[in-house]
């Protein structure tokens, strides 16, 4: 939507998260364009549903092509658009739940693939557009209207599970760090493969967590976000795991794998390989 | 005596060479000149188990699988007490002697298959042994399967030469034991070869050869019966720059890519049966609601749930034209026999781009399976459509036109978004009631860019008409033309394409006093549908998991054209 459009009324919370993981998507859709002179209507925003979902039609400026489809499904779906046409930059946006909870059993398809896209998660640990019940990162004993005596299940790891899964780039940013975040968007972008920024975007109406993700001196709060060190290594997986795996939220580009092929550089060479058929051809085969 | 038509039946256990016998024979007579179609059964299980195939073969066309046998080739004990009866009066039994023994009751005679493959020297014979044994029987020219051994195993291996001699040689030995039995059905009657260059083929090749005709590019499945041939056959054909083919994780993601892939500007398709229709049933919504082209191929089987995975039914009707919530209501094509899943295939893709939505191709596993002999599609004459393209400024608003619009494609100027939501002519989401009526009027109106002239009608005029759909359309038109024969005023009425039902033929199907619909299901599924345009239809149903037979339906058929024809029939 690259003007205000009376018909379109969806609004975002005053202080969501969303907005900043906007701009930051914003920024770096701009940067590539200025950078490798491609039209804005070679990127693709796959949406699922919830208020991440809706970002594709909150894009100021020029417009992208934009799928919003069906709950849990955008990386089958960010799949036919890639493997349809490999030369089209091709962005996943998605929340906890959506990528998490109902669309999890896609992770690992395409993290066995390789495919060649960038997906950013906002995770809000909440399911906000159905108005604040438990996602799979809400904490266990978290009381929300579905978890009425606490969230009974443990908070899935999303970091070590990506790694788990086999992605070949994860990064993890937080909402409030747009410039930081803007950046891993490009980084992951540029990245041949299956890259993933995960953003904690904090949900202002069901689970504000501004405070403990930035930390507030004055009330005695460490901050939960910390920036990776400068020193870990990207490519090296169990420096990666360490990373993942320690207290509060990494802020960087957590792991690196640009060693293996892209799925439709590998379909390719199979493509080379094998002629192209005429239905004239096949026929043939069956001739009595 | 002369034989125009001849029906052999082979049942034993998985792996005994049930499929092949039935096959080879089938093969060998086509390359005669003669039609040929297979049937085959068996349970949903890698090896062994009960299994059944049939051949006919004739000097004319072939409609059905045949009801009464000619030849029951029995391998084991079981397969004799279960298929016994379908012999007919003049049929002959041959048994293999090496699994049961059977007291001399006329019509039977013993050869032990393997102990006969086995002095050969290649014990993978004893479907040779079987076919020779068969030739005698029908009095066919032992060169006739010779030519087709050397055919078949002339492969470029340093083997084939004695692989030829061994098989060749089983062809005498059961040959040579038919001839002591003293048993013939008949000679069959020799036979002008088919006129045009004819395929063997199934259903389920059939339909991917329609498929890879109409320029499909895009096919991602998920294996399932009867629909994995597709699958199969895609990932070993569909390739070179340009196109892609690949196993999904799940039904879910087969239709989701298929989706991503329409709306990237390819003509995409998957192929599965009703377990997996059922979880492709929200994308379908999508695909509707976005409007995106793409193909869905549901090749039925027993349902629901698991339901009869091996077995053929058709039973989805309902839920291939109604898959998921909301105002929906998909358009559906359902071919008839091998050669129509060829076209249907070619139809449904030009119907997915002119109308810029989701397609179903409804077959079913009695034609997935079956091999028959169809004459060769002239492809110079295919008419193959393509979507209208956008190629405008941008700021287009792809939805706002109240018929189909041209589809910008990403990459190309005229930025959208498809949205599953209901939305703007932008692609934006609104809940505006003038718009929600606005786009499911768009939506709808499409349809008509689907309407057909084409369908089969005889006698017009008679009252009473007889109208099967998929699969059913053979035996029902046997059993039509046995009728009339007999002297019925009864009428014929015929199309593949179910939805949109070809207006003329509705409109000649009110008229009628009473439709009778043919078809494999509990419900009757497809008269409910044409009941619901007003038409008096009645269904005949079955759910045996196997295809109409020829003589039940003649009098089913009989017993409702003598009943008071509206009494009882809902409109």
């Known amino acids: 939507m690259s003007a205000k459009n009376p018909e379109y009324d969806f609004k975002w919370c005053p202080g969501c998260g969303d907005f900043s993981v906007r701009r930051a998507l914003e920024t770096a859709i701009e940067r590539r364009r200025i950078e490798t002179e491609q039209p804005p209507e070679n990127n693709v925003v796959v949406a699922g549903i919830g208020c991440s979902g809706n970002l594709v039609h909150l894009l100021e400026g020029n417009q992208p092509y934009g799928f919003h489809g069906i709950h849990g499904r955008s990386l089958p779906i960010a799949m036919g658009v890639k493997m349809a046409s490999p030369e089209l930059n091709v962005l996943v946006v998605a929340g906890d739940g959506d990528f998490l909870g109902i669309g999890l059993e896609h992770i690992a398809p395409q993290a066995a693939r390789n495919l060649d896209i960038t997906v950013?998660?906002?995770?809000?640990?909440v399911y906000g557009l159905t108005k604040g019940q438990s996602s799979p990162t809400t904490s266990p004993g978290e009381v929300t209207p579905s978890t009425p005596f606490g969230k009974v299940e443990e908070a899935m790891d999303p970091l070590m599970l990506y790694l788990t899964m086999g992605v070949s780039f994860v990064a993890s940013a937080i909402s409030t760090k747009v410039k930081d975040m803007s950046q891993l968007i490009s980084d992951a972008m540029d990245h041949p493969g299956f890259s993933i920024v995960h953003v904690q975007s904090p949900c202002t109406t069901y689970n504000d967590t501004y405070e403990q993700l930035k930390g507030n001196v004055k009330k005695g709060?460490?901050?939960?976000?910390?920036?990776?060190?400068?020193?870990?290594?990207?490519?090296?997986?169990?420096?990666?795991?360490?990373?993942?795996?320690?207290?509060g939220i990494p802020v960087g580009v957590i792991y690196r794998n640009q060693e293996r092929e892209t799925f439709h550089k590998r379909i390719e060479e199979i493509g080379f390989k094998t002629n192209p058929k005429t239905t004239d051809t096949l026929l043939k085969r069956y001739a009595i | 005596m002369r034989k125009d038509d001849f029906v052999v039946r082979f049942a034993g256990e998985g792996g005994q060479g049930v499929v092949t016998s039935a096959e080879g024979f089938a093969q060998a007579s086509a390359q005669k000149g003669y039609h040929v179609q297979t049937f085959a059964t068996f349970p949903s299980q890698i090896m062994g188990g009960p299994t059944w195939t049939q051949t006919r073969i004739s000097t004319t066309k072939i409609l059905s699988s045949g009801d009464e046998l000619d030849v029951l080739v029995a391998f084991n004990q079981y397969a004799y007490d279960n298929h016994k009866d379908e012999v007919g009066d003049h049929g002959i039994i041959i048994y293999n002697s090496g699994e049961f023994e059977l007291p001399d009751d006329g019509k039977s005679f013993g050869m032990s298959f393997d102990e006969l493959a086995k002095s050969t020297g290649n014990s993978r014979a004893a479907n040779m042994v079987v076919l020779g044994a068969l030739a005698h029987l029908v009095k066919m020219a032992q060169a006739t399967l010779e030519e087709f051994v050397v055919k078949r195993y002339t492969r470029g291996r340093p083997n084939d030469e004695e692989i030829i001699r061994s098989n060749c040689e089983a062809l005498s030995l059961g040959r040579l034991e038919a001839e002591k039995s003293g048993f013939t059905v008949g000679e069959l009657a020799a036979t002008e070869p088919v006129e045009g260059d004819q395929l063997l083929i199934n259903g389920n090749t059939a339909l991917s050869l329609g498929a890879h005709a109409a320029g499909v590019d895009f096919y991602v499945g998920y294996p399932i019966s009867?629909?994995?041939?597709?699958?199969?056959?895609?990932?070993q054909n569909l390739t070179g720059p340009g196109k892609f083919a690949h196993q999904a994780s799940s039904e879910l993601e087969a239709i989701t890519s298929v989706l991503g892939a329409g709306f990237a500007g390819k003509k995409a398709m998957s192929a599965t049966a009703g377990p997996g229709f059922s979880l492709m049933s929200e994308g379908l919504g999508l695909a509707w609601m976005a409007e995106i082209p793409l193909v869905i191929a549901d090749i039925q089987r027993g349902g629901p749930s698991t339901g009869l995975p091996t077995k053929t039914e058709q039973s989805d009707l309902l839920s291939a034209m109604f898959p998921g919530h909301g105002d929906v209501r998909?358009?559906?094509?359902?071919?008839?026999?091998?050669e129509e899943c060829f076209y249907a295939a070619v139809t449904a893709f030009n119907w997915a781009e002119r109308y810029q939505g989701p397609v179903i191709i409804l077959s079913e596993h009695a034609l997935s399976e079956r091999q028959q002999n169809i004459p060769r599609p002239a492809l110079k004459d295919l008419v193959v459509q393509d979507r209208s393209v956008y190629s405008g400024e941008n700021g287009y608003l792809r939805y706002e036109a109240s018929e189909v619009s041209p589809m910008p494609i990403p990459g190309s100027v005229g930025s959208y978004v498809a949205n599953g939501s209901e939305h703007d002519g932008m692609g934006d989401t609104t809940h505006r009631a003038e718009r929600h009526i606005q786009m499911t009027e768009r939506r709808f109106g499409k349809l008509a860019l689907l309407e057909e002239d084409e369908y089969e009608a005889i006698n017009p005029e008679a009252p009473v008409a007889i109208m099967p759909w998929g699969g059913s359309k053979g035996p029902a038109q046997a059993a039509f033309e046995r009728l009339i024969a007999d002297g019925a005023d009864l009428g014929w009425c015929y199309t593949m394409f179910l939805h949109p039902l070809p207006p003329e033929l509705l409109e000649e199907l009110?008229?009628?006093?009473?439709?009778i619909v043919p078809e494999l299901n509990y419900q009757g599924q497809f008269s409910t549908i044409l009941r619901s345009y007003g038409v008096r239809a009645e269904s005949i149903t079955q759910i045996t998991g196997l295809p109409f037979k020829v003589r039940?339906?003649?009098?089913?058929?009989?017993e409702k054209v003598g009943a008071d024809r509206r009494e009882g029939v809902a409109v």
């Open chain 1, 120 to 125: 950013i998660v906002m995770d809000n640990a």
């Open chain 1, 221 to 247: 709060i460490e901050p939960m976000a910390w920036p990776v060190d400068e020193d870990h290594d990207p490519s090296d997986i169990e420096s990666a795991r360490s990373v993942a795996g320690s207290d």
């Open chain 2, 226 to 235: 009867p629909a994995t041939t597709i699958l199969v056959w895609m990932e």
């Open chain 2, 330 to 338: 998909l358009p559906i094509i359902a071919p008839g026999s091998v």
């Open chain 2, 510 to 515: 009110k008229k009628k006093d009473l439709v």
């Open chain 2, 552 to 558: 039940d339906l003649v009098g089913r058929i009989s």
